[in-house]
Each structure stands twice: as C-alpha cells, then as structure tokens.
C-alpha cells in the first residue's frame, strides 16, 4: 500500500481553499505542496522540518509559494533543544529516538535539534483545519506538545505509530490511544477502519498499517 498517496487522498477529502493545514516532519515537500495547492492563497500551511538538506529542498520548492510559513526545527512536547538521530542513508527513519532498522548495520548521526511546541509556533486563530504528523515514533510529543491546540481547533490529525518506532520511547502506543480519547479523539486507520483501543494497541504491534486518522 502506499501510505503517502492515502495520507494525501485522506487530507485531501477534508481540506478546503482558505484552510490552515500543518506539516510536522515536512522532509522535501511532498505533502507541503499539494496541501498549500488545495489551501490556496487564502489559506496557509506551516511546515516544519529539522534536517538541512531536505529543508533547503523544501525551501526551494516553496520559494515562490506565498501561503507557506517554513521552520527549519522539529516539533516537539517542549521548546528548546534536543539530542536528534539522523539516518544518512535513510533520512525518512531520522528522530528523536532510534527505532527499529530493516538493516541495523545502517549508519546513525547524533546530533541536536531545535524544537518548538505547537501550542507556541501556531496562532491560535484561525482555526486548524489539519495536522499530518510523521516523526518516526517521536508523533507522540508533537500531539502532547499541541493539546491546546487540539482542544481549541479541533482539527483532523493523520500521524504514524507502530512498536518498531516507539520501542526507545517511554510511551507506548496505548499513551497515544489515552491521549487522544482523553480529549475527545477517535482513531481509525489510514483506510477508516475505526479502533478501540484493545485494536489500536493489536494494530501497531502487528504493524499491518503504518498511518492512522484522529478524528475529533
């Protein structure tokens, strides 16, 4: 299955001209460009993405697209920095954590990052329309660190979750479950399959989909 192409078919069923989407973990722009194409001038999208190469890329496809407010930092539960893994050869496995590598002799960067908390880089008005989060198990500190923005726009959220991604964090997929449901989140995979959380927990331990909708 190709989860970009859903991800993008989802957000794209849920967005409208004048929106404001955003995009934690933007990498090159392959959903900060069609998010800001759907949103229109009227709208806007802000991205972010810590890396330099893929955010000098993003900056560059997004030269001349005046809805779109680029941030070269992660996005976490508090603002600062913080201690970052980056996967050279596999840029798209980079985050706060290591996970879990189809090949464990890949090469690993330690390095450090800029960080902001949703709740202090988004204005509170207008409304969030969409959250797309990918974070490489790092989703969880995103949705901590935007919960008044949750609470307050009540936007879509897709995000990633799965064991292979959280297994050095201290939260497990069922925090992400709790959280959510605490304030007034459903959780369906990518193809709308809605879980509770016996099946959300059963799902990221089988791994059989990597990408899920919160639904308010």
Partial sequence: MDYEQAVEDFYRSILRPGDIAVDCGAHTGRHTVPMSDIVGGGGRVYAFEPLPWPFKTLSEKC?????????????????????????????????????TYHDETIARVRTEV????????????PLVRYIKIDAEGGDLKILRGAEKLLR?????????????????????????????????????????????RAAFIESNKVQSVWDYIATP
């Fill in 152 to 196: 307050f726009s009540r936007p879509y959220v897709t995000f990633e979750c799965g064991d292979n991604s959280t297994k050095n964090y201290d939260y497990t997929s069922a925090d992400y479950f709790d959280f959510l449901n605490r304030i007034g989140y459903r959780i369906s995979t990518i193809t709308g399959e809605q879980l509770d």
């Fill in 114 to 125: 800029r960080v902001k908390r949703l709740d202090d880089a988004i204005p509170t008005l």
């Fill in 63 to 99: 030269a001349s697209r005046g809805n779109v407010t680029l941030d070269n930092c992660a996005v976490g539960q508090s603002s600062g920095k913080a201690p970052f893994i980056f996967v050279p050869d596999f840029p798209e496995y980079s985050g706060f954590e290591e996970r």
